[in-house]
């Protein structure tokens, strides 16, 4: 596919570094070599510059590039934190239950995508809502291993004539994650598994899915998507941190829509979609200050 530039560029860039920067860590790698704790900057200010592949929407038989530089900011206090995850750590941290913000979103989708050829385009989503985190195992040092149930309200973001704002349902999911910095750490590097259930309300299905009766046609019917299971996900995430201040990173998730709410809506085009994305990461700016990340990561 052509490298395009998105129709609302901070949009996507938001959404992208959401569904980007929570697989791969922004964090470097300033520790030493053994099994001790991570120590790592109290903060960071640098640059995600990535490149990823992603489908319109999950169920589009289309997909488009992006590329472009998003910055971010890593932070590792005692009661605020922000980083690969969002704000986190807010509400209550304990030795196995950890609550926290989760944040996704989806980018724009023009009104050239074939499958919904002379309807509105999409606005790009972004999500909001809180998360419980339970570490069953434990917290180790450096491993992790957790169930994360969210739940998260969506809204529309629509940048073209100002700034608008619609809300669009409520999505949730239910993921197990599998960290590891440990097994490659005198490499530099780490890597994570992930696999995801998800679903969507009636109204948050139905900003993808539905198809007013205005817009139907002999080939594409019209459609009322219901609220419930809206599919599932196998992610892989590696980084290398190739200093303290540069990193690389590569991310790929594979997702299922099989027997979801919405699988007979003629937008699903085929059940599987698969994302790749790739980032370079840059630390100019960092704190001289370092602090222990098993409470962080």
């Not at 959401?18 to 790698?29: D, E, H, I, Q």
């Not at 973001?157 to 100002?162: E, L, Q, R, T």
């Amino acid at each position: 596919m052509p490298i395009r530039p998105p129709r609302f560029r901070l949009a996507a860039a938001l959404c992208l570094a959401v569904a980007l920067g929570a697989p791969v860590t922004a964090s470097g790698s300033d520790s030493q070599s053994g099994s001790g704790p991570i120590m790592e900057p109290l903060w960071e200010l640098g640059l995600f510059n990535f490149v990823a592949d992603l489908p319109h929407y999950p169920g589009s038989d289309e997909s488009r590039v992006y590329a472009f530089p998003t910055p971010f900011l890593t932070y590792r206090g005692k009661y605020l934190r922000a980083g690969r995850e969002g704000v986190r750590g807010i509400f209550y941290q304990g030795p196995q239950i950890e609550t926290s913000i989760s944040l996704s979103g989806n980018p724009p989708v023009d009104e050239d995508n074939e499958a919904r050829a002379g309807m509105p385009g999409l606005d790009a989503i972004g999500e909001l809502g809180p998360s419980i985190k339970w570490y069953f195992l434990g917290r180790d040092p450096v491993d992790r291993v957790y169930l994360q149930a969210a739940a998260r309200a969506a809204a529309a973001i629509d940048f073209a004539s100002g700034l608008q704002v619609r809300y669009q349902g409520v999505a949730g999911s239910l993921n197990a994650v599998y960290y590891n910095r440990s097994s490659l750490r005198d490499q530099r590097i780490k890597f994570q598994f992930g696999l995801g259930l998800h679903a969507g309300d009636r109204v948050y299905n139905g900003y993808f899915y539905d198809v007013a009766p205005a817009y139907a046609t002999a080939t594409r019917p019209a459609y009322h998507a219901a609220g419930g299971y809206s599919g599932a996900s196998l992610s892989f995430s590696i980084q290398y941190d190739m200093t303290p201040r540069v990193s690389f990173g590569f991310y790929s998730r594979w997702d299922n829509l099989s027997g979801t709410a919405f699988a007979d809506s003629p937008l699903v085009k085929q059940e599987n979609n698969f994302v790749v994305g790739a980032v370079l990461i840059l630390r100019p700016l960092r704190s001289a200050t370092l602090v222990s990340s098993e409470a962080f990561d």
